[in-house]
C-alpha cells in the first residue's frame, strides 16, 4: 500500500530531522505500508532535507513562506505516483491541501487531529484558531476516516458536526518503559541540590501552553527552598523570563531549552502542566509513567491519567495545597499500548481501513 501524508512538524525534533523519535516513527509506519511519502511543510531556513530509504521518502516544501507551503505542497503531490490514501497531520493548513489532493487524485482522506480545537480558549486564542476551527469542519466532514487521540475531542467533534466518517481514537504514544526505567542525571542532581523541592515545566514556550501560569503560581505558594525548573522553548522565552524577575523569583526559575525530558522527570517532586487546551497531554501521561506527580489543568488526558486536576483560577491554591499535603508519588493509570509495536498496528490499521470504508 502507498500512502501520502501531509504534515506540518517544523520543529528539530519533528519528522523531518532524521534521528529524532517522530521520523523514527515514520520509518516504522513505511515498513507497515511497504511505501510511505511525507511532504512537510517547511521554510528554507529549516535545513530539512529529501530523504528516501526505499520505503520512506520526505519532501520538505522549503517554502520561501509560510503562506506558500499549501502551493509547494500541491506541486511536489503532484509529482509522485498516485497514493492509494492521504492522511494529513491535521484538520487544518495539512487537512485542506491533503482534502485538494485526495479530490484530485479520487483517493481516500484519513484525517488526524492531535488538537482540542473545539475548546473556547483555542478559538479565543487567535483570529488564525478561529478560521482553523471553521476550516476544520470543512475538511471533517470530507474526511473518509478520521483519528482522535483522545476521548475528549472525539466526544466534541461528534456532538459538533454531523460526520459520515468513522472516528478513532488512538492515542499518542508514550514510551513508559524507558521513561520508568530512567536514572536520574548525576549532573542535574548537583546543579540543584541546594533545593529542597523541585518544580518541572516541560512544554513549549508558547502563549496557548500558559507557562506564565506556572511562574505565577510558583511565586506566591512555593516555599523559598523551591525552584522551579522550565524545559521547552518558543516565543515567550524572553517574556517569561522577565515575568520571572518582575515576580522576584528569577533567581530560582531556571530555564532549559531543548533538553531531554526523562532525565528531568527522575529527579522532579511535582510536575506542573497549566497549559489552556491539549488535544493529548503526553508530559502528564510521561511524568506519571515516571512515578511524578502532575498537577494539571483539565486539559486532554489529565483526569483519566491520574493527575490533580484544577482550573487557571485555582492553581496556585492548588499547589499550595500539594505543599501541605498533596502526594509525592503518583501511578499513570491508564496506558493504552504494551509497546511500540502494538501502537504501529495500530495506527497503520486505521490508515489502511480507509480503502475498506470509502
Known amino acids: 500500500m502507498r500512502v501520502l501524508t501531509i504534515s506540518v512538524d517544523r520543529s528539530r525534533r519533528g519528522v523531518l530531522h532524521p534521528g529524532t523519535d517522530a521520523f523514527k516513527r515514520q520509518e516504522a509506519y513505511a515498513r507497515q505500508f511497504g511505501s510511505l511519502d511525507i511532504i512537510g511543510f517547511s521554510l528554507k531556513g529549516d535545513n530539512a532535507r529529501f530523504f528516501d530509504n526505499g520505503q520512506l521518502r520526505m519532501y520538505p516544501t522549503n517554502s520561501a513562506s509560510r503562506l506558500l507551503y499549501g502551493l ?23 487537512g485542506f491541501v491533503a482534502w485538494l489532493v485526495a479530490r484530485m487524485q479520487n483517493v481516500p482522506l484519513h484525517i488526524q487531529v ?3 480545537f473545539l475548546s473556547a480558549a483555542y478559538a479565543r486564542h487567535s483570529f488564525l484558531n478561529r478560521t482553523r476551527v471553521w476550516v476544520a469542519g470543512f475538511v471533517l466532514r470530507r474526511a473518509s476516516r478520521i483519528r482522535v487521540v483522545s476521548e475528549r475531542i472525539k466526544s466534541s467533534i461528534e456532538k459538533q ?17 524507558r521513561i520508568h526505567g530512567a536514572s536520574p542525571d548525576k ?5 540543584f541540590a541546594a533545593y529542597k523541592t523541585k518544580l518541572l515545566v516541560v512544554s513549549r514556550l508558547e ?10 503560581a510558583f511565586a506566591r505558594s512555593a516555599p523559598s527552598d523551591t525552584c522551579l525548573i522550565i524545559v521547552g522553548s518558543g516565543s515567550e522565552n524572553a517574556s517569561l523570563k522577565h ?9 530560582r526559575v531556571f530555564f532549559d531549552a531543548d533538553a531531554e525530558a526523562a532525565s528531568y522527570f527522575k529527579f522532579a517532586d511535582l510536575v506542573l502542566v497549566p497549559s489552556k ?16 506527580p502532575v498537577l494539571s489543568t483539565d486539559v486532554g488526558v489529565a483526569r483519566e491519567a491520574g493527575a490533580i486536576v484544577t482550573t ?11 505543599f501541605r499535603s498533596g502526594p509525592r508519588t503518583a501511578e499513570l493509570k491508564s496506558n493504552p499500548y504494551r509497546n511500540f509495536d502494538e501502537y504501529v498496528c495500530a495506527y497503520c490499521d486505521d490508515i489502511k481501513r480507509c480503502a475498506i470504508t470509502q
Open 161 to 177: 458536526y454531523h460526520l459520515r466518517a468513522p472516528v478513532t481514537v488512538l492515542p499518542i504514544f508514550a514510551d513508559v518503559e
Open 243 to 251: 515575568f520571572a524577575k518582575r515576580l522576584n523569583v528569577a533567581e
Open 72 to 94: 509547494d505542497a500541491i506541486r511536489i503531490a503532484r509529482k509522485l505516483p498516485k497514493p492509494d490514501i492521504i492522511s494529513a497531520q491535521d484538520p487544518f493548513e495539512t
Open 114 to 116: 492531535h488538537t482540542d
Open 187 to 191: 549532573e542535574l542532581l548537583v546543579r
Open 312 to 322: 487557571e483560577e485555582k492553581f496556585a491554591d492548588a499547589l499550595a495545597e500539594w
Open 277 to 292: 487546551y491539549e488535544g493529548y497531554g503526553l508530559v502528564i501521561v510521561e511524568a506519571l509513567a515516571a512515578g511524578k
Open 207 to 216: 502563549s496557548e501552553k500558559n507557562v506564565g501560569l506556572a511562574i505565577r
